[in-house]
């Protein structure tokens, strides 16, 4: 079996069969893992206890006991996720030597699925970014292209996926954070909707807004995975108690008859040539194979950026108050510190411990939620999103799913966008929407650029209609131009 191509069926199936043991395939991914690594800086750490774990798994298979679903796939966790005994840092100095008791249930989800947790994956510092050039741990380099950032803020994630070093990973989607990742290293990448997974044990940056999912190699791996990741979880209680429905089972194709909506708000001349021709492309796949595109309308997409990052800093604002250095993480040191006053002993702590992107925000959000601004801001920037909600509503009365971009370009360069903040947050102009709604998304790769880079496409569902989201999705896997081609790191 070639695991650098297996779905995470074929592993389970393996595994379960003794074809090939659960030990045999944590060892390849971790050999793999180790001598890749060091050319795009994805994993921040690993678990030295995986080849223990795996083990565990094989002792269970020989005495007939259930494995579940993902028996022996091995996994990388983003570092917003609490992984019991493995460092979670959020990629900030404010957590450099964090090791959580427990694990969020996300993740306690994948392992009681038979799933190996290999190691943690880099990301943009609290998940505040677009590029992954925010971390305590360094910049993460696209495996496409190491000179071009792999995007943000599930960067680790997604350059992980694309490069092999993991079977599976996990990710968070706060404004894009899954999808544009995704679209730049040319894998799937799923944002449920909002309540879907549980968010408990996931470090909070914006709770509104924030949902994990899978970033994997297929359209069936990511109905799989979000398959055992969602669910209600009595320690979440935004969490939906909806039933998870078998999505990887009832995959379908056949787009015959669904009405798939082309967003008239992404279609503007701000779209790079390749990107404008990938999006015509999918579409005439699909009206070939028998859907009917129709134009839809969300006018409120225009105030989606402002709307987001007033409502994504706000709550920052809020969660990150904890981080102050009294009870756990970064503590500025003092030569007296019996005689330091309060304001300054935080002030120091809080200005050390946090990247120039965490305090931009933060301080964005305090000013919203401010005395004499909290209405003019972050007041109104709720009743948009209310109206936004109400828009989608009525555009899903004309269609079963909303085709877009995901940007407006392939991956960028390094350093390119990292001076400018309004250029880096514009990027997000097509994927914050969906949180804002609370919409399940995806990003599906499609093709290949003029460069050579990967060029996904967006899918938009009404809430949760993740399996009609799925199946337009492996349509357009299964007419990509990316299936089956690696990128340079291979």
């Not at 992404?266 to 699909?286: E, H, R, T």
């Not at 003092?334 to 933060?362: C, H, M, W």
């Not at 990316?482 to 291979?490: D, I, M, S, T």
Request: glycine letters at 8%; proline letters at 4%; aromatic letters at 8%.
């Amino acid at each position: 079996m070639d695991l650098l191509k297996a779905s995470f069926s074929d592993i389970a199936e393996a595994v379960t069969s003794k074809a090939i043991s659960a030990k045999e395939v944590s060892s390849f991914f971790l050999k793999r893992a180790q001598s890749l690594n060091p050319r795009i800086n994805a994993i921040t750490s690993f678990n030295d206890h995986a080849l223990a774990e795996a083990e565990k798994i094989d002792e269970k298979i020989a005495k007939k006991e259930s494995v579940g679903p993902l028996a022996g796939v091995p996994f990388g966790i983003k570092e917003m996720f609490c992984t019991k005994g493995l460092k979670t840092t959020a990629a900030s100095k404010m957590l450099a030597n964090f090791v959580p008791p427990y694990d969020a249930t996300a993740v306690e989800r994948l392992k009681n699925a038979g799933a190996i947790v290999l190691g943690k994956l880099n990301q943009d510092e609290f998940a505040m970014g677009s590029s992954n050039e925010n971390s305590l741990h360094g910049v993460v380099r696209n495996p496409w292209d190491v000179t071009c950032v792999p995007g943000g803020s599930s960067g680790g994630s997604a350059a992980a996926q694309a490069s092999r070093l993991m079977a599976g990973t996990l990710g968070t989607d706060t404004g894009g954070s899954i999808r544009q990742p995704a679209h730049f290293c040319g894998v799937v990448g799923v944002k449920p909707t909002y309540g879907r997974v549980s968010r408990f044990g996931i470090i909070a940056y914006a709770s509104s807004l924030d949902q994990a999912g899978p970033i994997v190699s297929s359209v069936k791996d990511a109905a799989l995975s979000l398959e055992v990741i969602s669910g209600f979880d009595k320690n979440d209680g935004t969490t939906s108690q909806k039933a998870v429905p078998a999505w990887s089972k009832q995959l379908n194709e056949n787009v015959k008859g669904l009405k798939v909506g082309l967003l008239k708000q992404c279609m503007s001349g701000a779209l790079n040539a390749d990107v404008q021709k990938a999006v015509d492309n999918s579409l005439d796949i699909l009206k070939k194979s028998g859907a009917e595109i129709v134009e839809v309308s969300v006018p409120l997409i225009e105030y989606a950026v402002p709307v987001y990052y007033l409502i994504a800093a706000s709550e920052a604002s809020s969660n990150l108050a904890r981080y102050d250095g009294v009870k756990y993480g970064y503590r500025a040191e003092f030569k007296n510190l019996s005689a330091i006053p309060l304001e300054d002993f935080y002030g120091e702590t809080r200005g050390q411990g946090f990247g120039a992107e965490v305090k931009r925000r933060i301080m964005l959000g305090t000013y919203c939620l401010s005395s004499g601004y909290y209405d003019a801001y972050y007041t109104k920037a709720g009743q948009v999103r209310r109206l936004m909600v109400q828009q989608y509503q009525e555009a899903f009365k004309s269609c079963d799913v909303i085709l877009s971009p995901v940007t407006t370009s392939t991956a960028f360069k390094i350093g390119e966008r990292i001076s400018d903040p309004l250029a880096m947050y514009l990027n997000d102009i097509f994927t914050t929407s969906t949180n804002l709604a609370g919409l399940p998304g995806m990003s599906v790769p499609f093709s290949l650029s003029a460069e050579g880079l990967p060029i996904g496409i967006q899918l938009t569902a009404n809430h949760f209609d993740e399996q009609r989201m799925l199946n337009v999705g492996l349509a357009l896997e299964n007419a990509s131009s990316v299936r089956g081609k690696n990128p340079n790191v291979f």
